[in-house]
């Protein structure tokens, strides 16, 4: 079945600097890449995902990159301010097959913006 | 998008006892789905809330443990049997609005503490 790895586990950055957290995955047969914010107490939210067509998807300060030949996506937070502080997971999923409709989540970074 | 919630929020509960957790989304979805999270760790998992079937448990989980219903789209029930302190975790109710995207949404989460 799908893997997925995340790395950092923790990062610090200043208020205004970007962040930048990767994952990798091991089905090339995944074809989703989400990226979900947890606050916390709160359940994950869905902030920013792309498809396996797409090598790149921008919203505001928000960006994923996806390289298939590599099997590895990449969550940008520019401008960082301290509301980004969370917890973020990246997740991969197959829309077909036997893995069909089930995200596999990596293990999380917790990002702290120091103001 | 749909609105999620989940009662309890949080419960306290003695070793030994069951509890059973409450999902209803405010539309009908295509798909819904479990996950637990325990403490400081990434989403796992636990099944797929089949409407009028048995539920489809993941590799680790099994039906004894975490009975599930699905009565109706909009409604479904996890129940943790026999608790145990392993059992201490956050328990996520999820759903796909529709079954050609990717989308997860995810509830608040109930978190349980067996002591």
């Given amino acids: 079945g799908e893997n997925v790895e995340q790395h950092p586990s923790t990062l610090s950055v200043q208020e205004g600097d970007s962040a930048v957290i990767k994952c990798t995955y091991s089905d090339s047969a995944s074809n989703y890449f989400p990226w979900y914010k947890q606050e916390l107490g709160k359940g994950p939210q869905l902030i920013i995902d792309i498809r396996s067509n797409v090598g790149e998807k921008k919203d505001q300060r928000i960006a994923v990159t996806l390289n298939k030949t590599a099997k590895h996506f990449s969550l940008h937070i520019t401008e960082t301010q301290p509301e980004d502080s969370a917890v973020y997971f990246c997740a991969a999923s197959s829309t077909l097959g036997e893995y069909g409709n089930k995200l596999v989540f990596g293990a999380g970074t917790i990002l702290r913006v120091k103001s | ?115």
Avoid: H
């Fill in chain 2, 1 to 115: 998008s749909a609105v999620i919630s989940q009662k309890p929020s949080r419960d306290i509960c003695q070793r030994g006892t069951s509890l059973t957790i409450q999902c209803q989304v405010d539309s009908q979805v295509t798909m819904m789905f479990w996950y637990r999270q325990q403490p400081g760790q990434s989403l796992t998992l636990i099944a797929t809330a089949n409407q009028g079937s048995e539920a489809t448990y993941e590799s680790g989980f099994v039906i004894d443990k975490f009975p599930i219903s699905r009565p109706n789209l909009t409604f479904s029930t996890l129940t943790v049997s026999n608790m145990s302190p392993e059992d201490s975790s956050i328990y996520l109710c999820s759903v796909k609005t529709s079954i050609n995207t990717g989308e997860l949404f995810f509830g608040e989460g109930s978190r349980l503490t067996v002591l």
